[in-house]
């Protein structure tokens, strides 16, 4: 395995900062399905001395709890961005997957609210607060639709869409954040069960309508390819990052 600076130059696995352990986790946008899987992940393997679920509202960290089944080991904080960034006092790591994601009804605007100013405003309190290192979930829609998948790390961000441009300015803001450290991981499209599953979206659609006898849906000629990869590897590449040494520029970029 290597990865790689923004401008492709390879890394080895060795680099100048490792740690041991995860310390206190914050985990942004805990809610949602990737969120969900993450939170449930760290709770069952005792990675994290403690985990702090970042949510928007009270009743949305209830609901997690719910689904979890979470009776004790996790801490549900409210905040939003890019207006108020959540608690980072005890926090030594923050995972940070809250974002605006597109929608049939997904403004662009709030695209680069959220996900490059909220970043901003997040990396800029995170900083201010001690924090060590920031994971900052990504997109493969940074690459574009154009060239056919898989992507390497070394290839040129050309996104195609203000959701994949607001995940792209938010990786720069990442690079350039100076005393804390950074990873952008890259991630494809997220399929698997767990709790929040989006059954509504692609393959999860598909294994409904099979289930209900229905016929599925083909775009085009059925000849595209798309990138996959399950919500457990996710978590678990997620946790492994939380963690992996980075280069001496103190950020780094994975798929």
Known sequence: KTRSDPNGRAESNHSSSRRNRLGNVLVTGASGYIGANL?????????????????????????????LGA??????????????PWP?????????????????????????EVNAE???????????????????????????????????????????????????????????????ETIAW????????????RWDQFPHND?????QNEPLEIYGDGAQRMDLVNVSDVCSAIATACTVGVPSSRHAVFN
């Not at 009776?71 to 108020?84: D, F, Q, Y």
């Not at 980072?88 to 680069?112: Q, Y």
């Not at 294994?207 to 289930?211: A, F, K, Q």
Request: hydrophobic fraction near 35%; include cysteine; charge should be positive.
């Open 186 to 197: 890259r991630v494809a499209r997220v399929f698997g069960k767990g709790p929040n599953m």
């Open 71 to 84: 009776t004790g080991g996790l801490r549900v904080v409210t905040g939003s961005l890019p207006e108020e």
């Open 207 to 211: 294994v409904t309508r099979v289930c």
């Open 39 to 67: 939170i449930q992940h760290l709770l069952d393997t005792g990675q994290a001395q403690s985990v702090h679920a970042g949510v928007r509202t009270k009743g949305r960290g209830e609901d997690l709890c719910a689904a």
């Open 118 to 180: 909220g970043t901003r405003r997040l990396l800029e309190h995170a900083t201010a607060e001690g924090v060590h290192r920031i994971v900052f979930i990504s997109s493969q829609a940074i690459y574009g639709t154009g060239r056919t998948p898989p992507w390497p790390e070394t290839m040129t961000p050309d996104p195609e869409t203000p959701y994949g441009l607001s995940k792209w300015i938010g990786e720069q803001l990442c690079m350039n954040a100076g005393a804390v």
């Open 88 to 112: 980072l006092g005890e926090i030594d790591t923050v995972v940070h997957l809250a974002a605006a994601r597109p929608t049939g009804n997904g403004k662009p605007a709030s695209f680069f």
